[in-house]
T-cell receptor, first 115, second 110 residues
């Protein structure tokens, strides 16, 4: 069984640029969610995708967008990067059924630095 | 809006001492509460959830709706318990969208 994998592990961008982060879900999982974790803080929910559609969003602006593909892999895109976007971005997959909270399986994260 | 508060950033205890990691939440509905743990150089993982009422690695947590708390407890700490602990809340019928607290680093000294 393959766990959640994320790429790249580290990247550096400058203000105003765009970034795409990628995530491969754990085998058999149909739901993927993305979290932003700033230094010294807990993860903050960005959005969730279920069967290729966004079905939940946290308090993040529209320049944060995502996709989920038929194989349940996912992308997080951030446009017009700001310094405060510097953080660890975590992807988590799960097998959500009927709205009940299932266990989240996290990747190791992509650390984004915006200069 | 829901909120999870972990008042202690760092908790340091000696091996064999009891441990209590505090978690308070605010949410008007019926929440589901979780504890996630991150050991050194490992990824974030589920430790336990209130709905299953399990004891995992000697840890237990009881949901107290009156005090809106979900404290994590262990009677005798072990060095391998040293890790970052996050309390998290999911709204009822909100699937896996979690609100995390800021985390508590537990250090168990020999």
């Amino acid at each position: 069984e393959t766990g959640v994998t994320q790429s790249p592990t580290h990247l550096i961008k400058t203000r105003g640029q765009q970034v795409t982060l990628r995530c491969s879900s754990q085998s058999g999982h149909n739901t993927v969610s993305w979290y932003q974790q700033a230094l010294g803080q807990g993860p903050q929910f960005i959005f969730q995708y279920y069967r290729e559609e966004e079905n939940g969003r946290g308090n993040f602006p529209p320049r944060f967008s995502g996709l989920q593909f038929p194989n349940y892999s996912s992308e997080l895109n951030v446009n017009a990067l700001e310094l405060d976007d510097s953080a660890l971005y975590l992807c988590a997959s799960s097998d959500a059924r009927g709205g009940f909270a299932g266990e989240l399986f996290f990747g190791e994260g992509s650390r984004l630095t915006v200069l | 809006a829901q909120r999870v508060t972990q008042p202690e950033k760092l908790l340091s205890v000696f091996k064999g001492a009891p441990v209590e990691l505090k978690c308070n939440y605010s949410y008007s509905g019926s929440p589901e509460l979780f504890w996630y743990v991150q050991y050194s150089r490992q990824r974030l993982q589920l430790l336990l959830r209130h709905i299953s009422r399990e004891s995992i690695k000697g840890f237990t947590a009881d949901l107290n709706k009156g005090e809106t708390s979900f404290h994590l407890k262990k009677p005798f700490a072990q060095e391998e318990d040293s890790a970052m602990y996050y309390c998290a809340l999911s709204q009822s019928n909100a699937g896996n969208m979690l609100t995390f607290g800021g985390g508590t680093r537990l250090m168990v000294k020999p």
